[in-house]
């Protein structure tokens, strides 16, 4: 019993921060259509935020405020000067990102410096859960995750700008028609999502190592999160996340990592033949 509760929680701790990933680029990918590699750069952002915060002695509840705002920085300038110009133009959209993710990674090692990045969590102790005890971040981190994931569900469907958001996803010139500002709601969207990114970043900081590269490990991670499950869908995001993090979590355990990312890698291959438009929203064929 012990070790299934660890293990459904390990499962749930990885799927959280899926989740917050998947979440931001199930704003740019699913959403407004724009694939962006640098979106792994807003999460090593945000973790980075924290760790500086910390260096010139904040606290991490600090560092973890500041960390969405890095992450929406760095995204406002990214779509401003660039991805509004692009938004016709997916292929030079993919090459434009990826050569921002190279010169954030090659910013980033310059300012911070090589190696590990070390970030202290702000509690270290356990907590008890009858069956087991389990790291008490892990249990913050696990309950910030859905605390912001419902805060997300009910801004898109209970506030104007959720309004505005599904309109033009719907249909972008009719929107237009009815006078809403298309590349302003873009922009915010846009932004919303590299600040819940740079959010994930900074709640993983303390798990992960801190480098200036650990974010293509999660940009590859949310991409599967997102076609798996369904884009431009809640429900999918949630179904995707789980469906990867509950598969790495359970193969961790029994072998490498590498190993069981290339498998969860040809489980998805398949989850998608078989459901092409996602396990939430999809239908077999």
Known sequence: MDFLVTTLLNALTLISILMLVGLGLAISFGLMNVTNLAHGEFVTVGAFAVYFVQ?????????LAAAPIAGAVVGCLLEFAIIRHLYSRPVSTVLATWGVSLILQQGLELTFGLGAKPVTPPIEGTFDLFF??????????????????????????????????????QNREMAEGVGINTRRTYAIAFTFGAAIAGLAGGLVAPLAIVLPQMGVNYLANAFFVVIVGGVGSIGGLVAGSVFVGG????????????????????????????????????ASR
């Open 55 to 63: 260096s010139i002695g904040g606290s991490f509840w600090l560092g």
């Open 132 to 169: 087991t005890v389990y790291p008490a971040y892990r249990l913050i981190l696990i309950a910030i995750a859905m605390l912001t994931l419902l805060g997300v569900v009910l801004l898109i469907s209970r506030t104007s700008f959720g309004l505005d958001i599904r309109t033009v996803i």
């Open 247 to 282: 598969l790495t979590s359970v193969l961790n355990y029994q072998i490498s990592p590498s190993l069981a990312q290339a498998i969860v890698l040809l489980a998805a291959i398949v989850a998608v033949r078989l459901r092409p438009n996602g396990l939430f929203n999809g």
